[in-house]
């Protein structure tokens, strides 16, 4: 009979673990998150609304000063350079609540200023509020969104299986972020796993003034940054990764991988670590052996 064989993604490098960073709206906060950021080896993504640069923000979360403004269209360049911008849709609307062609204008022309500010194709997103339904996925996914992200934190390290409902870790004011940085840390890099460790976190950056947290939050960073073990990655690099790992085409006994994409991949292949280099087939020395 075959034997059992587990191939198992790495991320790149061969890598177990990867870290990422998402935040919301484009308010003046982020210059001072993407500072720390920087400084400590953290990469991840911004999510911006394009229809209200350079406003004050109208929105009132009870409990919470969220008096701040949002960057203008001349400043996003600089501010985050080197990080993904990525749709917020223009007006921050509620996208369950309204028309779906209202939903495709939102998310399309929001993708369409970013491109322009950008100079390149944007593909990530996360939904206003968090709400979403069958009608929004379908929505996104023709205006040509390959990930999004939810506010449905999951306290785990799981890969999504559909990077449109993508669920985050923890939010990056909650009370449990370092027990959670702490049981990401822990993780021995030679135990017995399934599938690699996604450390993701999310927030607002006015936040981080309203719970007067940024002392928390630069020791979180410190705490997780600048470690060899793990990727450093933006939400689209994450998706555009792991999207190559599952285009990987197998021969019929799984004695050949070929990597069809413009992405070099690493797999875990019986215990050993394998590179599958864009565009080529990599050969896999293991044996089919009688029970």
């Excluded at 484009?26 to 001072?32: K, L, M, S």
């Excluded at 939903?103 to 194709?121: F, V, Y």
């Excluded at 927030?203 to 947290?213: E, R, S, T, W």
């Excluded at 020791?219 to 599952?246: H, P, T």
Aim: glycine content about 6%.
């Amino acid at each position: 009979m075959l034997r059992l064989r587990q191939d198992i993604p790495l991320f790149p490098g061969g890598r177990k673990k990867a870290f990422t960073l998402s935040s919301d709206d484009g308010v003046t906060q982020d210059r001072r998150l993407t500072e720390l950021m920087r400084k400590y080896g953290i990469r991840g993504t911004f999510h911006l609304n394009s229809g209200l640069m350079g406003d004050r923000d109208w929105l009132i979360q009870p409990g919470i000063d969220a008096s701040h403004y949002k960057f203008r269209k001349d400043e996003i360049q600089e501010v985050y350079d080197g990080f993904e911008i990525a749709v917020h849709t223009m007006t921050h609307p509620d996208l369950t609540t309204v028309p779906s062609s209202m939903a495709a204008w939102e998310i399309s022309e929001n993708k369409r200023d970013l491109e322009t500010l950008a100079g390149h194709p944007v593909q990530g997103m996360s939904y206003p509020f968090g709400t979403y339904n069958d009608s929004v996925l379908e929505t996104a996914r023709i205006c040509g969104i390959l990930y999004s992200r939810t506010v449905i934190t999951t306290d785990d390290f799981r890969l999504p299986e559909n990077f449109l409902t993508w669920h985050p870790t923890c939010h990056y004011c909650a009370d449990n972020r370092m027990e959670l940085a702490e049981k990401f840390l822990e993780k021995n890099a030679e135990e017995e796993y399934l599938s690699p460790s996604l450390f993701y976190v999310w927030g607002h950056a006015y936040q981080l003034d309203a719970y007067h947290d940024w002392e928390g939050i630069e020791n979180f960073f410190a705490k997780l940054g600048n470690k060899e073990d793990i990727w450093y990655a933006s939400n689209i690099e994450i998706c555009q990764y792991m999207l190559a790992v599952r285009n990987l085409v197998y021969s019929s006994t799984g004695d050949y991988i070929f990597n069809p994409t413009c992405i070099d991949v690493w797999l875990m292949i019986d215990g050993r670590p394998y590179q599958i280099p864009s565009g080529k087939t990599v050969s896999i020395p293991w044996k089919h052996t009688n029970d």
